[in-house]
């Protein structure tokens, strides 16, 4: 069964305090891992895709990192502003369907 | 260019009543998914149109639920009659895959649904 965990759940960070956020996945055959951000009363925001281990993506603060297993997100020098919760999909060979880790929750304070 | 509208935002029933949740997709997108998030749980994937034909239903929990699309527009996730364990929030996102380009889908801002 396709899965996928992220790591930390919570993590509160000082701006300005790099850090990075892990999702780890099992699926059989990846078409694509994607990273999506999610503000209270919102619905995901996309950020990254993702395709074949060694690929990389920036954006701003934002680096998307993949390997076979998992991939990391980045973030360098942080803001209050990127406080939201990250969430990590992966799409298998053999559907269209996403499916999700639980996220995990920034909070940057000032 | 729009995103991907749904409403109501937040709708509240009591058990045994129904409910429809509407998605218009981003204009010119074919792929609608449906997904829903119950209370501290992950995204769960419940359906996907291709155009008007159901692609896959396989996330859709029973019988108590049917989404539509008709003339491949926007879409209409039914819950008949509502139970208690329905409430959470319900996401639509749209996709088109386009030679060449991503699989990334664009949600829309969801539907909380409680079910009292």
Redesign the interface.
């Known amino acids: 069964e396709d899965q996928v965990t992220q790591s930390p759940e919570a993590l509160r960070l000082q701006e300005g305090e790099s850090s990075s956020l892990n999702c780890s996945y099992t699926v059989s055959g990846l078409r694509g891992l994607f990273w999506y951000r999610q503000d209270p009363g919102k619905g995901p925001e996309f950020l990254f895709t993702l395709y074949s281990a060694g690929e990389e993506k920036e954006k701003e603060r934002l680096k998307a990192t993949l390997t076979k297993k998992e991939s990391f997100l980045h973030i360098t020098a942080p803001k209050p502003e990127d406080s939201a919760t990250y969430l990590c999909a992966v799409r298998a060979n053999y559907g269209q369907n996403f499916v999700f880790g639980p996220g995990t929750r920034l909070s940057v304070l000032p | 260019e729009a995103g991907?509208t749904q409403f109501p935002s937040h709708s509240v029933i009591e058990k045994g009543q129904t409910v429809t949740l509407r998605c218009d997709p981003i204009s010119g997108h074919d792929?609608l998914?449906w997904?829903r998030r119950v209370m501290g749980?992950?995204?769960?994937?419940l359906l996907?149109f291709v155009k008007e034909s159901k692609?896959?239903e396989s996330?859709m929990p029973n019988n108590r639920f049917l989404a539509e699309r008709t003339g491949g527009t926007y879409s209409t996730l039914k819950v008949q009659p509502a139970e208690l364990e329905d409430s959470g929030v319900y996401?639509c996102?749209s996709?088109q895959w386009l030679a060449g380009s991503?699989?990334?889908?664009?949600?829309?801002?969801?539907t909380r649904l409680t079910v009292t």
């Open positions: 991907v792929n998914y997904y749980k992950e995204i769960k994937f996907h692609q896959d996330g996401f996102a996709s991503s699989y990334e889908q664009y949600f829309g801002p969801g």
